[in-house]
């Protein structure tokens, strides 16, 4: 959004110590967008009270009312909990960075500050902002439609987050194909459990349906990913891990921002469960909740091992494709731990459909 836009966007920097306020406000004002400046947390709600701030940046370390505080505060409140919040703070301890996650924090930039890095975070995270709030904006204008206009709405916002999942994609340099390979390859897995005793009666034909549609949204919170994290071919830093591990939680709330709960829509509750637990493992080790079992959602339960195959018989940038015999050798080591050793059975089978 640049300065010539009739309304710029306005970034709040919170930060006790003014040489940090000033280095942001230098770099906001770079970027086009308005800084609007607070020594502490208590001015800090005050400000997003009487102003629209569209994202704040958010000191950990200060005096009275630390950072954390303060985003709580915000994340309580219906009018200020939508602001995404990124912490700053001279320190990188992993359990700091978890605990701002948890609280509803966005992202976390530690001092001293690279106003290239800084740039890019909050680049992404008003991309990010800006489509939500765009998603937003074409659901209520929909919503006001009738009845029989409702299939058009849902199309609409299919056509929407199909858009985004491309621009996720990208990011993550993934092969063009690489959404409908795994739409296809979840029907056509979906299709086989549909025919067996253990899933005949959770496996009907709008699940089917449903499932090749929503497949591919368990990418959508690569949105929010660093591309410089997705496309990285050494070994992920713990860092980097915990930011990589919340395109599953940002997926998801992205997909919440945008279902108004007004109609049974089957379409996007099936994308919630694939976008949040798709990379659950069957033994309990996986994330975001370690939840095992049957506790998975059967969707993400598909989409997880089937998202592994499309993955494995692709290139990446960090390695070269593998064939279709040595991606099933390295899901059978899988299963039973990552993958429900069920469904991997019944992909066996259908090994030669798969494409």
């Known amino acids: 959004m640049g300065a010539g836009n009739a309304k710029v966007a306005k970034i709040l920097i919170v930060d006790d110590v003014e040489a940090n306020r000033f280095r942001l406000r230098d770099i906001i004002r770079d970027m086009d967008y308005q800084p609007v400046l607070a020594e502490n947390g208590e001015q800090a709600l005050k400000i997003v009270e ?68 800084v740039r890019a975070r909050i680049t992404m995270i008003m991309r990010v902002f800006d489509t939500a709030q765009e998603l937003l904006d074409v659901n209520r204008r929909l919503q006001v439609s009738v009845s029989e206009q409702l299939s058009r709405i849902e199309k609409e916002k299919k056509n929407v987050l199909y858009a985004l999942l491309r621009v996720a994609r990208e990011n993550a340099a993934f092969d063009a194909d690489h959404m409908d390979r795994v739409s296809r390859n979840c029907r056509t897995l979906t299709e086989a459990m549909q025919l067996t005793m253990e899933y005949a009666d959770q496996i009907s034909d709008q699940y089917v349906d449903t499932i090749e549609l929503a497949a591919p949204i368990c990418d959508l919170g690569n949105l929010a990913v660093p591309t410089d994290i997705l496309q990285k071919k050494e070994h992920l830093t713990e860092h980097e891990n915990l930011i990589m591990q919340r395109h599953t939680l940002i997926g998801e709330q992205i ?63 960090y390695r070269s494709t593998y064939s279709k015999d040595e991606a099933f050798r390295i899901l059978e080591k899988e299963s039973g731990t990552k993958y429900n050793p069920a469904i991997f059975e019944i992909l066996v089978k259908i090994k030669r459909q798969l494409c």
């Open 255 to 317: 997909l919440n921002d945008i279902d108004s709960n007004e109609v049974n829509n089957s379409f996007l509750e099936m994308s919630k469960e694939i976008a949040k637990s798709h990379h659950e493992n069957w033994d309990g080790s996986g994330y975001p909740c370690g939840i095992a079992g049957s506790k998975i959602p059967l969707s993400a339960q598909i989409v997880g091992i089937i998202s592994a195959y499309c993955a494995l018989t692709e290139e990446r940038s």
């Open 50 to 117: 009487k102003f629209e701030i569209r994202l704040i940046l958010l000191d950990v370390a200060m005096p009275e009312m630390d950072g954390y505080e303060v985003c709580r505060i915000l994340k309580q409140n219906v009018r200020t909990r939508a602001i995404p919040v990124v912490f700053i703070s001279a320190f990188d301890d992993p359990n700091d960075i978890v605990r701002g996650f948890e609280l509803g924090g966005t992202d976390y930039i530690t001092k001293p500050f690279v106003p290239e890095v």
